[in-house]
């Protein structure tokens, strides 16, 4: 197996982690917590940092392929991702 320099399979999983842990912040709202307000703060508190984790990991993945980013290439493939999908809902 071949790994290039660009592809860091540790902060890809890092980042699997830090969705888990938004996904998991989501669905504690679900349920009824009402008989132990407790554990419901406790899992809050141990879960709550999914997305500061997962800004970190952007912030990194962003400043270690840096050499490569080009604006005009930036701007082109998200007006062709999000702009036009968003505009025409294709």
Same mark, same amino acid.
């Given at each position: 197996? =071949? ?6 399979? #540790?902060? #890809?999983?890092?980042? /699997? ?8 912040? #989501? ?6 917590? =009402?008989?132990?307000?407790?554990? &419901? ?8 940092? /999914? ?7 952007? /912030?990194?993945?962003?400043? #270690?392929?840096?050499?490569?980013? &080009? ?17 025409? /809902?294709?």
């Amino acid at each position: 197996m =071949s790994t290039s320099r660009t592809y860091l399979p #540790h902060v #890809h999983n890092f980042r /699997g982690f830090a969705i888990t842990l938004i996904i998991a912040t #989501h669905c504690l709202s679900i349920f009824d917590w =009402s008989s132990t307000p407790t554990l &419901e703060l406790l899992l809050k508190r141990l879960v709550a940092n /999914g997305t500061i984790l997962f800004l970190f990991i952007a /912030g990194f993945l962003f400043q #270690h392929l840096s050499d490569k980013y &080009e604006v005009r290439d930036y701007l082109w493939k998200k007006t062709r991702f999000v702009v036009l999908p968003y505009l025409f /809902g294709l």
